[in-house]
């Protein structure tokens, strides 16, 4: 049935293909992968803010959300029931993976990843977990992108620019916010973006907003109206905010972090399930904004009433003035990213956008509360709620104008947009003063085995090992004798021979300097073998070592070719000139 439609629909594409020039039809691509990156955000975000106001409206007390409580294990167990029995394949989750399939894998994701994430986030985050749904959009967006150029035979370019295009999509869609989609692509997902990418860019992130403009209700978007106009007389508090900010976008990482690989490291993976639930339930039944999302509770602290989010919890009766009230919010500030590590740490799949504004907007709110309570001064308590929310995006992900313009574009309006980026870039300051990657950016360093805040390691982390690899070398064996070598070398343009056995195993080299001197020497030439002539490699390159390893090895034998060798087996040889032209062909992209 599946193949029936997709069939379906590829035949007028390809017709359009075959008719239209190629930077027309890229545009139509766009529109495509736009469209299709939308749809599946909107209906990922519908389904679960359906099930969110259900749960809303059948737990107005205790007894009722006690229930309701129990719901993240039930989605973490479905989802890991899923992967397992359905997929039987890991979900790659967060913008690292992405990044690492653009640099390593030739922006190809597989296709499984244009429904998985759909799935196992609308089980976790829909049942109560407490996650985002941003990043399973990205993914998923990407993930169509990505299919679709390869479908239809797009070059690696154009297919990188499709796979941004449905993350810029799926933002768009996710926030009614086109600008920040197009922002979060060219910022977390593209190194180096030429201005002709931009273009394809805007028209994927402007249909998907469309289609949440069309199709979600008001009710389902984070939209805000502005109370308050921006009073220059505040810009001190807003500084005291950014710095703030910063310090908890970095407690964010690191707890977050931690939190998640002690989940992990529960080897039963059914028992993690069962921790990581009865962990969530007790903090929910103490903390109910804690489920979800949580951006209903956002709302709530926007519109200034505080006083919604105790209702059903236990210690509802133990509230019952502002300081009490203030210390519950300060306490949710922080267990936000612990909720939010246990749920991702036991099975769950979903992102951190969502908790890194939840946490936002709780330490915007606690801050300015505090100020207006002690009679500091009077500050406007939605503005900073809002603007302190772009500070945690901007301090958690390192992406300072997707945070700006987010919050700017789901306020309606541009009144906070200097106190917006006045905190924005003294949180990411902050952040980077103390751990100079984001956790994507670890996580991608880690997996690319580099220090991604040095540009030139990044760039030749782009490059591909394997497509350097030349092959034209002559192979000799051991047992020859030199008459035998000097007829191929006759034939070779090369002056290294590498020495292999019959099993086609490297086990020494011969280099036209060592056998110059009896090359014209007919005594030598029955009597001499390959193997007396032949020497070790000054040093062995394996396909999975990044190249600035490589050329570590270049620089320390002094060679100009390095031997490829892969489970003993020889590939050819690694030339130090062709990486360098390589690289510096990057590097001129890159500028």
């Not at 629909?9 to 495509?32: A, D, E, N, T, W």
């Not at 229930?67 to 397992?84: C, E, H, K, W």
């Not at 001197?517 to 002539?533: A, C, G, Q, S, W």
């Amino acid at each position: 049935m599946i193949k029936a439609i997709h069939a379906i629909i590829r035949r007028p594409i390809l017709y359009l293909k075959g008719k239209l020039p190629p930077s027309q039809f890229f545009v139509l691509s766009s529109i495509l992968v736009g469209l299709s990156s939308g749809l599946a955000a909107v209906t990922l975000k519908y389904l679960v803010h359906s099930i969110e106001r259900l749960i809303t409206y059948y737990s107005n007390v205790f007894e009722e959300f006690l229930v309701f409580a129990l719901f993240p294990l039930v989605g973490i167990l479905l989802t890991v029931v899923y992967i397992r029995y359905f997929l039987k394949s890991e979900i790659q989750k967060g913008t690292a993976e992405i990044v690492h399939s653009i640099i390593k894998k030739s922006s190809k994701i597989p296709p499984q990843t244009m429904y998985s994430h759909l799935i196992t986030s609308g089980l976790t985050v829909g049942f109560g977990g407490s996650m985002g749904l941003e990043s399973p959009m990205v993914s998923t967006g990407s993930a169509i992108g990505s299919n679709y150029a390869s479908t239809y035979n797009l070059s690696y370019r154009d297919r990188t620019i499709l796979l941004a295009c449905g993350a810029a999509a799926g933002i768009g869609a996710a926030f009614n916010s086109p600008i920040a989609g197009v922002l979060f692509a060219v910022e977390v997902l593209l190194t180096d973006i030429s201005a002709a990418a931009l273009i394809p860019l805007i028209i994927s992130a402007a249909c998907g907003a469309l289609l949440s403009k069309i199709i979600l209700q008001e009710d389902a978007l984070l939209s805000f109206s502005l109370q308050q106009p921006f009073n220059y007389y505040n810009v001190p508090y807003y500084i005291l905010l950014g710095l703030f900010a910063g310090l908890l976008s970095l407690y964010y990482a690191r707890v977050f972090t931690w939190v998640d690989l002690k989940m992990k490291a529960v080897s039963n993976i059914w028992m993690r399930v069962l921790i990581g639930g009865f962990m969530l339930f007790v903090l929910l039944i103490f903390f109910p904004p804690l489920f979800g999302e949580g951006y209903e509770s956002i709302k709530s602290l926007s519109l200034l009433q505080p006083s919604q989010l105790t209702k059903v919890s236990v210690l509802n009766g133990l509230i019952n003035n502002d300081v009490q009230l203030l210390v519950f919010l300060g306490a949710l500030m922080f267990l936000k990213t612990i909720a939010a590590a246990i749920t991702t740490g036991s099975g769950g799949n979903g992102g951190s956008f969502a908790p890194s504004l939840f946490v936002g907007a709780y330490l915007g709110f606690v801050f300015s509360r505090f100020i207006n309570i002690t009679g500091i001064a009077r500050i406007p308590e939605t503005n900073f709620t809002l603007v302190a929310m772009a500070g945690i995006l901007s301090g958690v992900f390192y992406a300072p104008l997707t945070a700006i313009f987010l919050i700017a574009e789901i306020t309606g309006g541009y009144e906070l947009m200097i106190p917006l980026m006045i905190v924005s870039a003294l949180s990411v300051t902050v952040a980077k003063y103390f751990e100079p990657l984001s956790m994507e950016g670890k996580k991608l360093s880690h997996m690319l085995n580099l220090s991604m805040e040095d540009k030139d390691r990044f760039l030749l982390s782009k490059l591909n090992l394997t497509a350097l690899i030349e092959t034209n070398f002559s192979v000799v064996r051991p047992d020859d004798t030199l008459q035998s070598m000097i007829k191929v070398i006759a034939t070779s343009s090369r002056n290294t021979f590498p020495v292999v056995t019959e099993e086609n195993e490297l086990i020494g080299l011969v280099h036209m300097d060592s056998i110059r001197r009896i090359m014209f020497d007919p005594e030598k030439y029955e009597n001499t073998t390959v193997r007396d002539l032949m020497t070790k490699p000054a040093a062995i390159i394996k396909l999975n070592e990044n190249l600035h390893t490589v050329l570590k090895k270049f620089d320390e034998t002094n060679q100009w070719n390095l031997p490829v060798v892969e489970d003993k087996q020889y590939l050819g040889f690694l030339s130090k000139s062709s990486i360098l032209t390589k690289y510096r062909s990057e590097l001129l992209k890159s500028v």
